[in-house]
């Protein structure tokens, strides 16, 4: 589904990323994992076309995504969750989901079924429609953040750390989330994410990222104690 081979990019004349490599397929749950600053954020916004890169190849299904711009990259098929959520918070929760289908890059044609698969997965969203985004506690806004990237109708889901900060038993909310649709929607979600356990619940393989690179990757059964101490722990 998702391709990056050796990707290399700078921000303000430093080299951030230097040969970043990832595979996600359909229905699979990949961890982009590392400590802060290690440059997965600048990954993500490299695949979701937000960031230039210097070089490297990125391909969906085979089609070479680089040099076009964000909302052709969605219109082909890739939603994105920002860290921080990004939510309008002087928007209500309707108009924040509600940028999801309207937005240039969407690929929703039944907007109606898809809002309401919206309400099913996260059904405080519905009881909250008209509130105001800024008044959502961190994990309704996660959760408003991730509906309304779906009603983009991805292929790819790309998730930018989102249990920072969240209560436990949202996080377990959004876990069952990202199960469902890697199970039963077949989607191919990318996750960045530092907390272990939650990529071992959720996970399918890991790459963990240090200093600009994928140091090691495999099956999340490989995400080894060892693993852990040498890449990810502070
Ligand atoms: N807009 C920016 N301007 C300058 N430096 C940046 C900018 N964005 C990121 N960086 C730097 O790039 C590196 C990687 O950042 P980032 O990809 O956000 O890391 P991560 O998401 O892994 O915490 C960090 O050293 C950060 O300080
Ligand atoms: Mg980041």
Do not use: W
């Amino acid at each position: 589904m998702l391709k990056v081979e050796s990707l290399h990019a700078d921000i303000g004349g430093s080299r951030i990323l230097r040969g970043v490599s990832l595979e996600v397929g359909p229905g699979e749950v990949a961890c982009l994992m590392g400590r802060n600053g290690v440059g997965k954020t600048t990954t993500l916004k490299s695949i979701t076309g937000l960031r230039d890169v210097r070089s490297g190849r990125i391909s969906l299904e085979g089609k070479a995504l680089n040099g076009l711009a964000p909302d052709a990259r969605a219109r082909l098929g890739i939603g994105y969750v920002p860290q921080g959520r990004d939510i309008f918070p002087h928007m209500t929760v309707e108009e924040n989901l509600r940028i999801g289908y309207v937005a240039n890059g969407s690929r929703i044609k039944d907007v109606k079924t898809a809002v309401e698969r919206i309400y099913t997965l996260f059904p405080v969203l519905k009881s909250m429609l008209a509130r105001k985004g800024g008044v959502l506690s961190g994990g309704q806004q996660q959760q408003l953040a991730i509906g309304r990237a779906l009603l983009t109708g991805p292929k790819l889901l790309i998730l930018d750390e989102p249990t920072e900060g969240i209560q436990p038993s949202i996080i377990e909310e959004i876990g069952e989330t990202i199960k469902f649709l890697r199970t039963t929607e077949k989607l191919a979600i990318l996750l960045v994410e530092q907390y272990v356990d939650f990529c071992r619940d959720v996970g399918d393989r890991y790459f963990a990222m240090d200093r600009g690179a994928v140091v090691s990757s495999g099956s999340i059964r490989d995400l080894t104690d060892e693993v852990v101490k040498t890449h990810l722990q502070v």
